[in-house]
């Protein structure tokens, strides 16, 4: 994964995005699962938070779709690290700690701590958004609605209630496929996790 990746944001950095989308998919309220609150939002708002996805890869600058702040989820924030891109470097974020709960032997809730960051400062979101540039310069690409398990690994590590628009940025088919989940306020994201990294079904 972590060289399919690596290939992605090297090779494609300056690709021409392409989006492939649709109202029923897109925009579609996907199954909830128990336990997680998750609030639609009606068809206008969520058609204008897509139409602003897909304006801001045709016209090669995701800037314009980043909010004031950003948080970048753990999974997404590893990679970034890994990578050790120039451009990612020496960067002004300020470290998040997120709780994830898990079951030990015993059955006793448990919980581990991971690292995520927030991104406010103009520089960092700038290079975030060169980041995410580079994963997403790749065709076929397309907007779909979170599928019910991305949701229970995104309910994981929040402690918000899920509200809608809320988007998965899917590059590729299968087990090589990249989903990066984002979350919005209005047609902004303020935030973004590489969700395929929590398992697939």
Request: proline residues 5%; glycine residues 4%; hydrophobic residues 45%.
């Amino acid at each position: 994964m972590k060289k399919f990746l690596f290939a992605l944001v090297f090779t494609l950095l300056f690709a021409d995005q392409s989006f492939a989308t649709s109202s029923s998919t897109a925009t579609a309220t996907p199954d909830i699962p128990d336990g997680v609150v998750y609030k639609p939002a009606s068809p206008k708002v969520n058609s204008i938070a897509e139409e602003a996805l897909i304006n801001a890869f045709s016209d090669n600058d995701l800037n314009p779709v980043l909010s004031d702040s950003v948080f970048v989820g753990p999974a997404l924030w590893r990679s970034i690290e890994s990578l050790d891109l120039d451009f990612m470097r020496d960067l002004e974020v300020i470290p998040v700690a997120f709780k994830l709960p898990y079951q030990d032997k015993s059955g006793k809730q448990q919980f581990t701590e991971l690292k995520g960051a927030l991104f406010k400062e103009d520089k960092s979101r700038k290079a975030l958004a060169r980041f995410l540039k580079g994963i997403l310069a790749s065709s076929p690409s397309r907007i779909r609605a979170p599928k019910s398990h991305e949701l229970s690994a995104y309910w994981s590590i929040i402690s918000f209630d899920i509200e809608e628009p809320i988007f998965v940025l899917q590059v590729g088919d299968g087990n090589k496929s990249i989903n990066l989940l984002v979350d919005m306020t209005g047609d902004k994201i303020f935030w973004v996790e590489e969700i395929s990294r929590y398992g697939r079904r």
